[in-house]
């Protein structure tokens, strides 16, 4: 298979009544990964050319919010294309809209 971008979405929802310290633990293992990224306000999408990579991320993400909660529901959408995709090419032409 021919090496391509792929964008690999995760939204964790702990289920505890105060949830950001726990969502922030699984950004930071995203952050640490080195993979691409972009922390949005509903989740999180992931960058790259390697499925795997990306889906052991989002895997190890879902699992560091076990520091803080018993129960733990994670959203991962796979968006890919033969030609590529990218989060740049999904959001461009939204960039620098009006706050609301």
Known sequence: MNA???NVS?????LIP???????KAIRVI???GV???????ETTLEGEDLDE???VAR????????????????????????????EGKTAKYRGGAAG
């Open 4 to 6: 391509r971008t792929r």
């Open 18 to 24: 105060d949830a950001i310290p726990v969502v922030d």
């Open 36 to 42: 691409r990224y972009e922390v949005g306000p509903m």
């Open 31 to 33: 952050q640490d990964s």
């Open 60 to 87: 190890r993400a879902h699992e560091a919010c076990f520091d803080g909660a018993d129960t733990v529901v994670t959203v991962i959408k796979i968006a890919d294309s033969v030609n590529g995709t990218s989060i």
């Open 54 to 56: 990306l889906l052991t």
């Open 10 to 14: 995760i939204q964790v929802l702990p």
